[in-house]
């Protein structure tokens, strides 16, 4: 009798799991994804609520305490290159697990925004920003990236992250072709960013990179005085930057240290400046975020001491038709 009772029992879940199935058909298991962005797609029948969607363990639709549904199709930004695997799993109505993965290769240098998080953390296929387990980075500002995928004048460029190929200059005033950067021969920029969202300063992206002369840069987040960069926050010492061959736009990714409080509605300022008299780097512009009237939230200072220009001024107006690029991520 119980033997009876225990084949009925798997017949009926037999029954039961009949038409109801998760299948990733792309990208398909054994492949090399050459290219992202990279659609995630994938059939489902007799699976309620939403069905949960993890890379290399990580899952991706638990985050800050909400569940999102990136759903059938929806676009892996920021895979970084080497082996993974894709997981789609959930339940049917009577609680039986479905699931499908997928094991496959991103090709190097297929992932022009992808890039190493701190320690302890991963890069979220989907947003592009650090997690650590369910808790991300929230994007405070940004003129570039991932969230301007949808917009027009992110697709009528050709840039694989939704910005500009022309650039601003970052000079000592003892550099090399500066002038053809800034048609100054001494630069330090500022611009200033009203957080969306509250929280502790994370990282900072910019599309940032050297020249020529010294590789010694600079970047500093400051509060605002009065329209201008005041009480330095956070400092962040830049050496060794990676030259920025056109037209590579990869943006550079700064981390904090010290996670300065950031608030929604109050003014403050990301500066960056070379720290050596010869030093010569570049900062892409962004596609669409033009200066307000009379550049007073594009700023760059034009002397300095020694060739080297001082994060305290004199500032001035950018001249300028569109501000840097940049993105201020907090936690």
Known sequence: MRARLQLLAALLSVALLSGCSISITNP???STVATLPQPLQYTESGV???????????????????TFQWGSGGLMFTIPPGSHSVTVSGQT??????????????????????????????????????CTGNKCDMQGFSNFGLSLFSAPICSSSQSNDCMNQNL?????????????????????????????????????QVPIGWRNGANAFQAWITSDNAGKPGTVLETFPLSNLRTLPFPDTTPVHIFSAAHPALTTGTNYWLVIGPTGATAVGSWNLSLGDSPAAGSSNFLVNVTGTNGVPSINGPWVPATAVLRPAFEIDVR
Request: charged share 5%; proline share 6%; with cysteine.
């Open 93 to 130: 109505g009577w609680n039986y697990n479905v699931s499908d993965t997928s094991n496959f290769t991103v090709a190097a240098n297929a992932c022009p925004l992808c890039y190493a998080c701190p320690p302890g953390q991963f890069l979220h296929a989907f947003m592009g920003l650090c």
């Open 28 to 30: 398909p298991n054994g």
């Open 48 to 66: 309620n609520g939403v069905p949960t969607i993890s890379l290399d363990g990580n899952d991706l639709t638990d985050i800050n305490g909400q």
């Open 168 to 204: 601003e200059g970052l000079c000592g005033g003892q550099g090399t072709g500066c002038s053809g950067l800034a048609n100054m021969a001494i630069q330090m920029v500022a611009v200033s960013f009203s957080p969306q969202q509250s929280g502790a300063l994370a990282e900072i």
